[in-house]
């Protein structure tokens, strides 16, 4: 198994212009996380999806950022527009049913200038 | 709400030392714990979990976890640490199945293991 993919590893761009993030979580699980990490505020969970439906986005900062997961192997983190606070490393994770564990992907860096 | 804490912000452990890792959890019912521990630029990478039977759980690495329900605690142990342990460790916590499903991670403690 691939594990969770996630593209691109690294993002650099201006602030104002649009990013979006993409997941690729592994086959068969059922939920999908995304999850941004900072040196001061930790790992925070952004927002969650049960069989591609939001389930929770109490996460997810404000309005300049969306994610959607239009199938159960494809979803999508937009933040448009960028701003230099939202610099972090942005992670994905999947999880079976019933299993609780959460598997990672390697993240996406996120620089905005 | 379910939440974790970490107490130490970095735990130095000498090469050839048992290494600890605390972490104390706050969930309704019985908890689903976890440990996860991440390496430089990696993501976050599972290590154990604790569901229900015993309450030592073996896993990845020569870790070890024990869960004490009358402490709320689920200590991350390993006998012996090797250099190669520095890393960040998370615990994370979840209710039992027919919750909710997102887990609660701690802080995260920094491992140094001293050559």
């Known amino acids: 198994d691939a594990g969770v993919i996630q593209s691109p590893r690294h993002e650099v761009t201006e602030m104002g212009q649009e990013v979006t993030l993409r997941c690729k979580p592994i086959s068969g699980h059922n939920s999908l996380f995304w999850y941004r990490q900072t040196m001061m505020r930790g790992l925070e969970l952004l927002i969650y999806?049960?069989?591609?439906?939001?389930?929770?986005d109490s996460g997810m900062p404000e309005d300049r950022f969306s994610a959607k997961m239009p199938n159960a192997s494809f979803s999508t983190l937009k933040i448009q527009p960028s701003e230099p606070r939202d610099s972090a490393v942005y992670f994905c994770?999947?999880?079976?049913?019933?299993?609780?564990?959460?598997?990672f992907g390697p993240g996406t860096r996120l620089t905005v200038l | 709400a379910q939440s974790v804490a970490q107490p130490e912000d970095q735990v130095n452990v000498a090469e050839g030392n048992p290494l600890t890792v605390k972490c104390t959890y706050s969930?309704?019912?019985?908890?689903?714990l976890f440990w996860y521990v991440q390496y430089p630029n990696r993501g976050l990478q599972f290590l154990l979990k604790y569901i229900t039977g015993d309450n030592l759980v073996k896993g990845s690495y020569g870790f070890e976890a024990e869960f004490n329900k009358s402490q709320t605690s689920f200590h991350l142990k390993k006998p012996s640490a090797l250099v190669s342990d520095s890393a960040l460790y998370f615990c994370a916590v979840r209710p039992p199945l027919g919750g909710n499903n997102r887990l609660a991670f701690g802080k995260g403690n920094q491992v140094v293991v001293i050559p």
């Open positions: 999806f049960n069989n591609n439906v939001p389930i929770d």
């Open positions: 969930v309704s019912g019985n908890p689903y």
């Open positions: 994770a999947s999880s079976p049913a019933g299993g609780g564990e959460q598997f």
